[in-house]
């Protein structure tokens, strides 16, 4: 069974650290790996995404590293700010034609 | 910023009415989904389409039922509402083509069934 595995389920840090979300997954057909970012009230919306052929993206304040023997990817927000505070998502996909397998969500609130 | 509007926002209903949520996108995207999310929690996709007259249920069984008419708009439909539909309904949308994977979400509609 196709399944993204993602921890924790709630983080809790302090302004100014560094705010690191995790995912596994089985499926070693998967060719996209993206990251959504989702305020209360809203909708989620993508904030970055990575395929298998690189180890890592950052953009910003925000990196994603994969390790591709592993079946692992993580989200590193640095210098983590209050309005991070929100629910990342991590996804996987087989391919275009599929579609995204979401992890369960973690929580993350910054404290001031 | 997406252009993905969904009505209503918010609709508290009693048991046994019908309900027809509204989702359209001005992005010109083939590709529409429904995920139900309670607050905070996991997505879980209900219904999907690839394109006009295409529809397809996803990996949550749902009683809703949706259409593809138009290729801007996807409505989602229960014909009884019940308590157990209680939840937040997202509606997204993508490109068809190969290699695009962004989806793009409205704000949500939050049904409260009594």
């Known amino acids: 069974q196709q399944q993204v595995k993602q921890s924790p389920q709630s983080l809790i840090v302090q302004k100014g650290g560094i705010s690191i979300i995790n995912c596994a997954y089985e499926?070693?057909?998967?060719?996209?790996f993206p990251w959504y970012q989702q305020f209360p009230g809203k909708g989620p919306a993508l904030l970055i995404a990575?395929?298998?052929d690189v180890s890592e993206k950052k953009e910003g304040r925000f990196t994603i590293s994969f390790n591709k023997s592993a079946k692992q990817f993580s989200l590193h927000i640095m210098d983590s700010q209050p309005g991070d505070s929100a629910t990342y998502f991590c996804a996987a996909r087989p391919d275009s034609n599929y579609q995204l397998i979401w992890g369960a969500g973690t929580k993350l609130i910054i404290k001031p | 910023e997406a252009d993905i509007y969904q009505t209503p926002r918010y609709l508290v209903i009693g048991t046994g009415k019908k309900i027809t949520l509204e989702c359209s996108q001005t992005m010109g995207h083939d590709k529409m989904y429904w995920y139900q999310q309670d607050p905070g929690m996991e997505l879980h996709l209900i219904h999907y389409s690839y394109g006009v007259n295409s529809t397809e249920k996803g990996d949550l069984s749902s009683e809703s039922t949706v259409s593809r008419i138009r290729t801007e708009h996807f409505p989602l439909t229960l014909e009884s509402a019940r308590p157990s539909h209680t939840s937040q309904y997202l509606c997204a949308s993508s490109e068809l083509r190969a290699g695009s994977g962004e989806l793009f979400f409205g704000e949500g509609s939050r049904l409260t069934v009594l």
């Open positions: 499926n070693t057909a998967f060719d996209y």
């Open positions: 990575i395929r298998p």
